[in-house]
C-alpha cells in the first residue's frame, strides 16, 4: 500500500524526542529551528516534542531575541528523584525492575536519582521503569495526537527522531527502549505503523571534549552493542510495571545517526553544545525533505543499504551528516554599509581637518566679519545700537537751562538750576538712560546668539566641527580685541569723568556764591557762573553717557566671547566623542570583516569585504546630502555635547541607515546571482555539498571495497524552493524560510559502527571496564559477566586454566602455543579474564566439548565433587564460583534426567530434541 500523497508543502507528522541532557538541547534547537520558519498552526497540526530527563535544568535557544524552551510536563518530562536505596531494600515488590536489572542492581550507589544519571546506564533505565506510567502517558498522548483518528481516511506516515548520547548514563540507557516502545504504541494505529519511520541521533564520546568521565566510552560501546544486538537479531522482550510486554521481532529503528567531535576532514567541534546544534539543523532539513511531493525521496529509499551486515554480524544501518552553510545576512551587511558611511561622514565631514586649502576655500575672516556685522558687534554700530530708542532715535545728553529760569529772581536761580540738574541727572541718566542701555544690551546680546547659532549651524552641517571650531576661534580672537578696546576707551572716559566731576563741583559751589554775593555786579556774576556750570555739567553728564555705553558695549562684546568660546568648547566635546564613535565604529566593522562563526559548521560568507566595498560604493550617497540629513530641521552636531558615544552613534546610524535599505532587503541567493563572475550558482552549490562533511571518522579498510557501497544523500535548504535559483535540483531542495542562508546537509550511510577509526581503541576500553562498572541494561549483556566468571570456574576444574604460585595461566588447546598469563591472583586473574571476550569464548567451547567427550554422568561426578566440598576458609570469590559451577551442573543435570527420560520413553524422544 502507498502513502497518499501529501498537499505540497506539508511536512510529515513528526515527533521529536530527546532523551537526558543532549537530547534536551538538541529539541531545544531543533523547536527554536521550527517555530523561527514554521506556521504556528502547522507546527500544532505536525509537530509534537517530548524530552525524557533525569536532571532538572531549564535549556534555552536564542531566535533572534526570543528565547526559546520546552513546557514543563506537557514537552519535557522530569525522570529524575527515584529513590534508589529504597528500591533496592524491597527489589521483590518490583516485579518489572527485578526482572530487567536484578543482575546489576546491587551494584547501583544507594544515593537518591537527582541530578542525573552519574554516567551509570542501568541507573537511567531505572528512572524510566520508575516513572514508566508518566512515560507511556506523554508518548501516547503525543502520538495519538499526530495520528489524527479522526482523519479516519488519511494514511500518512509519522517521522520519529531521538536525539540521545550515547556516553552518559540517562539517553543511552532508554534509548532502545523508547524505541520499541514507539514502535510498540504506533502498532496500535493499526496499518499507519508501516509508514513510520524511526531515526536515531547518538553522540559519540569525542564530542565531549574536556568532559570527564571513566564511563564515556565503555558507555558508548555498550550502547553500540545493545543497539545492534537489537537491529540484527530480529528480537526485544521487555515488561514494564504497567504491565506492558514488548515482544516484537521489529528493529527499533529504520537508521541511526552517529555524530562524533571530528568528521571525515578532521575537523572537529568545541564541544556538545556544538553537535547538538549540528543535529538540530540537520535533522530539521530532512523533516523539510519529506514533504509534498516529495515524500517518496532518497530518505524512504535506503532499504538497500540499511539491511546489510558484516560478517561477523554487524548491521550497516548506520550513517552520519555534516552541514555546510553560505550566508549573506542582508540587514548586517546593510548595518555595516551604514556604518561605514557613518565614519565616512565623520572622518570627511564631522571631524575633516582644516586645510589650507579649506581656509583658502571658506576665507573664514569673511564670514566671522558677516557675523560681527549681522549680530551689529563692530564697534561703531555697537556703540551707534546702544544709544537708541525704541524708535531708533539716539538718545542724547541735553542739559539746557529751562525758560522758567527767567522769572526767577536773582538768587534763587542758583539753588533752582542746580537743584533742576540733579533731577535731571537722576531722573533722565539714571533711570531713564540707563533703563534704553539696558534693554538696548539685553537685545544686543539676544541677536549675537541668535546671529551665532544661524551662521555656526550651517557652517557646521556643510563643513564640520574643525571648521567650525577655527571659525569660532577668529570670532573669539576679534571679540578679545573689541573688549580689550573698549576697556581701554572706558579707562580713559572714566579718568576724564572723574576730573569733570570735580569740576563741576567746585563750578556749583562758585554758581552759589555767586547768588549770594552783594548786589552790585551780581546778576553779571551769577550769568557767568551759571554759564560754566551748565556747559561743565553738558560735558560731565556725556562724558558719563558714553562712558556707560562704552561699558555696556564691553559687556555685550564678552557676553559674545562668552557664547562663542561655549560653542568652541562644545565643538571639542564633541570632536572627542565622536573620535570614541570613531573607534567603536572601526572595532564594529573590523568583526564584521570577520570570517563567519556558525557553531563549528563550515561556513562562508558571501559578504566579502570586495562584494561589501561594491555595495557600498553602488548605495552610499555624498557626505555632504548624509550631513544635510542629519542636520535637517535646525538639528545641531553641538546638542551631542551630553549624549553617550553610543547615542550619538545611534543618531549617525539611523541617518546613514536608509540608503542601504534595498542591501538589506536582499536574500542570499540574490548575492549569489550578483558575485556570478566570480563564481558561478552552480560552482557555489558544489562547494557546499563538498564542505559538508559528515560528523565521523570511518576506517574504510573496514568496509567492503573501501566503503564504496556507503550511500550518500543531500539536501540543500533554500529560503524559498519554488524560485530558487537552484530550482533544476527541485527533488534535493528543501524550504527554509531563512534568507539569509544556503545550508546543505550531507548524509553518509551504511555503514557498521565497527568501521569507525576508534572502534578498536573504545573496544579495548570497555573490556578494561566491564566488569567493574555495570554497563549493560538489556539482560543478554548482563549475564555475560557471570557466564565469563562460570567459564573460568568450568576452565580451571578441566585444566584449561591452571595456577602456578600466585599466577594463573591459560593453556591452549594448541601445543604449539604458549600458555597467556591471565594476571597474578584468583581476583585479578577473573578479572582480566572476563574482560577478554574472545578467550572466554574459546574456553567456553572447550568445556562444551570435553562435557561431550566425557559425558554427562562423568561431568556431573566432577563439578559436584568441586562445588560439594566443605570448605570453612573460603573467601566469596571462592564461594561465588562454587555457586556458578553448581548453576552449570544445575543446568546438565536436568539435560541428563529429560534424556534419560526420553530414551525409556516407549515413544521416543520429541522430535524437537536431536541427541547428536
Keep these: 500500500m502507498t502513502i497518499q500523497t501529501q498537499q505540497r508543502g506539508s511536512p510529515r507528522r513528526t515527533l521529536i524526542m530527546g532523551l ?32 525524557f530527563d533525569t536532571a532538572d535544568e531549564t535549556v534555552e535557544s536564542f531566535q533572534g531575541d526570543r528565547a526559546v524552551s520546552l513546557e514543563n510536563e506537557s514537552e519535557l518530562v522530569n525522570i529524575g528523584n527515584v529513590p534508589v536505596a529504597k528500591i533496592k531494600q524491597n527489589l521483590s515488590h518490583q516485579a518489572a525492575i527485578e526482572a530487567r536489572l536484578g543482575g546489576v542492581i546491587a551494584q547501583l550507589p544507594p544515593s537518591s536519582l537527582r541530578r542525573g544519571a552519574k554516567q551509570l546506564r542501568p541507573l537511567g533505565l531505572l528512572a524510566m521503569l520508575w516513572h514508566y506510567a508518566t512515560v507511556e502517558e506523554r508518548l501516547r498522548e503525543a502520538i495519538w495526537a499526530l495520528a489524527g483518528r479522526q482523519e479516519a481516511e488519511q494514511q500518512e506516515g509519522i517521522n520519529v527522531f531521538i536525539f540521545s548520547s ?71 522482550e521487555a515488561h514494564y510495571p504497567n504491565g506492558r510486554s514488548i515482544n516484537t521481532a521489529q528493529p527499533p529503528f529504520n537508521i541511526v545517526y552517529l555524530l562524533d567531535g571530528i568528521d571525515e576532514r578532521g575537523h572537529t567541534w568545541t564541544g556538545p553544545g556544538e553537535v547538538c546544534r549540528l543535529a538540530a539543523e540537520a535533522i530539521y532539513l530532512q523533516m523539510g525533505s519529506q514533504i509534498g511531493q516529495k515524500h517518496e525521496n532518497d530518505f524512504d529509499n535506503l ?5 546489510q551486515q558484516t560478517a561477523a554480524g554487524d548491521g550497516t544501518f548506520y550513517g552520519s551528516l555534516g552541514l555546510a552553510a553560505l550566508v549573506f545576512n542582508g540587514p548586517a551587511v546593510a548595518d555595516r554599509c551604514a556604518a561605514r558611511q557613518a565614519r565616512r561622514v565623520i572622518d570627511q565631514g564631522l571631524l575633516a581637518p582644516v586645510t589650507a586649502e579649506t581656509r583658502s576655500a571658506l576665507k573664514l575672516d569673511q564670514p566671522a566679519d558677516q557675523w560681527l556685522e549681522a549680530a551689529h558687534l563692530t564697534l561703531p554700530a555697537l556703540l551707534e545700537r546702544l544709544a537708541v530708542d525704541d524708535h531708533g532715535a539716539p538718545v542724547t545728553v541735553e542739559v539746557t537751562t529751562p525758560g522758567w529760569v527767567s522769572r526767577l529772581a536773582d538768587t534763587a536761580v542758583p539753588r533752582e538750576l542746580i537743584r533742576y540738574v540733579a533731577e535731571y541727572q537722576q531722573t533722565r541718566l539714571n533711570t531713564d538712560f540707563r533703563r534704553v542701555l539696558q534693554h538696548n544690551e539685553t537685545r544686543l546680546i539676544t541677536r549675537s546668539r541668535e546671529q551665532l547659532a544661524a551662521q555656526l549651524d550651517p557652517l557646521l552641517a556643510r563643513y564640520g566641527l574643525s571648521v567650525a571650531e577655527a571659525w569660532l576661534k577668529r570670532l573669539a580672537a576679534q571679540l578679545d580685541e573689541t573688549v580689550t578696546r573698549l576697556e581701554r576707551r572706558l579707562a580713559e572716559a572714566e579718568s576724564r569723568q572723574a576730573e569733570l566731576a570735580q569740576e563741576l563741583s567746585h563750578l556749583e559751589l562758585v554758581f552759589l556764591q555767586a547768588g549770594e554775593s552783594g548786589f552790585l555786579g551780581r546778576s553779571r556774576r551769577i550769568s557767568r557762573a551759571q554759564h560754566s556750570y551748565m556747559t561743565t555739567a553738558q560735558q560731565s553728564f556725556e562724558l558719563w553717557w558714553t562712558g556707560q555705553i562704552v561699558g555696556a558695549a564691553r559687556r555685550v562684546a564678552h557676553e559674545a566671547g562668552r557664547a562663542v568660546q561655549a560653542q568652541a568648547d562644545a565643538c571639542r566635546a564633541v570632536q ?45 550617497p555624498a557626505v555632504p546630502d548624509t550631513l544635510a540629513a542629519l542636520f535637517s530641521g535646525g538639528a545641531s552636531p553641538l546638542a551631542w555635547q551630553t549624549l553617550s558615544p553610543a547615542d550619538i552613534e545611534a543618531i549617525l546610524y539611523a541617518a546613514c541607515r536608509p540608503p542601504f535599505e534595498a542591501i538589506g532587503a536582499m536574500t542570499v541567493e540574490q548575492a549569489i546571482t550578483l558575485q556570478s563572475e566570480t563564481l558561478s550558482s552552480e560552482g557555489f552549490r558544489v562547494w557546499l555539498v563538498n564542505q559538508a562533511t559528515p560528523s565521523w571518522n570511518l576506517d574504510r579498510t573496514r ?37 539569509t542562508r544556503v545550508i546543505a546537509f550531507v548524509a553518509r550511510v551504511g555503514a557498521p559502527h565497527t568501521a569507525t577509526q576508534q572502534w578498536a581503541s573504545y573496544l579495548a576500553v570497555y573490556q578494561q571496564a566491564r566488569g567493574r562498572v555495570p554497563l549493560h541494561v538489556l539482560p543478554q549483556f548482563q549475564s555475560d559477566g557471570q557466564q565469563a566468571r562460570q567459564t573460568f570456574a568450568l576452565g580451571s576444574l578441566f585444566g584449561f586454566i591452571t595456577s602456578q604460585g600466585s599466577y594463573f595461566y591459560y593453556t591452549p588447546d594448541d601445543q604449539l602455543d604458549r600458555p597467556q598469563k591471565l594476571g597474578q591472583g584468583l581476583s585479578n586473574s577473573l578479572e582480566s579474564f572476563t574482560r577478554r571476550t574472545g578467550l572466554v569464548q574459546e574456553v567456553r567451547a572447550r568445556v562444551e566439548k570435553r562435557v561431550a567427550q566425557q559425558g554427562l554422568a562423568a561431568t556431573l561426578t566432577l563439578l ?9 576458609q573460603a573467601d566469596e570469590t571462592v564461594l561465588d564460583l562454587k555457586r556458578l559451577v553448581r548453576d552449570y551442573a544445575a543446568e546438565l543435570r536436568q539435560i541428563y534426567q529429560f534424556t534419560s527420560d526420553a530414551v525409556q520413553s516407549p515413544s521416543g524422544p520429541p522430535p524437537e530434541v536431536n541427541h547428536a
Design 303 to 307: 532499504d538497500d543499504v540499511l539491511v
Design 864 to 872: 559436584e565433587g568441586y562445588y560439594q566440598a566443605q570448605n570453612g
Design 576 to 620: 572627542g566623542r565622536l573620535q570614541a564613535v570613531q573607534h567603536r565604529l572601526k572595532s564594529a566593522d573590523s568583526s564584521a570583516s570577520s570570517p563567519p562563526l556558525w557553531d563549528g559548521v563550515t561556513t562562508r560568507s558571501l559578504a566579502t569585504n570586495a562584494f561589501t566595498d561594491l555595495l557600498f560604493e553602488g548605495h552610499a
Design 166 to 236: 550515547l556516553v552518559g548514563g540517562t539517553g543511552s540507557s532508554m534509548v532502545v527502549d523508547m524505541a520499541h516502545l514507539v514502535r510498540d504504541l504506533l502498532d496500535e494505529l493499526g496499518i499507519l505503523a508501516d509508514f513510520c519511520y524511526v531515526t536515531g541521533v547518538g553522540v559519540l564520546p569525542r564530542a565531549f571534549q574536556g568532559i570527564d568521565g571513566p564511563n564515556l566510552i565503555p558507555n558508548a560501546v555498550a550502547t553500540l552493542k545493545e543497539i545492534n544486538h537489537t537491529m540484527m537479531q530480529s528480537g526485544f
Design 20 to 51: 537526558g541532557g543532549t537530547g534536551h538541547r538538541s529539541v531545544v534547537h531543533l523547536k527554536g529551528l521550527v517555530e523561527q520558519s514554521w506556521p504556528k498552526a502547522l507546527i500544532a497540526q505536525r509537530v509534537r516534542y517530548l524530552v
Design 703 to 739: 568496509l567492503p571495497d573501501g566503503g564504496a557501497g556507503l550511500k550518500r544523500l543531500e539536501v540543500l535548504g533554500v529560503p524559498d524552493e519554488t524560485r530558487s535559483i537552484y530550482h533544476h535540483h527541485a527533488r534535493s531542495l528543501v524550504s527554509t524560510g531563512d534568507k
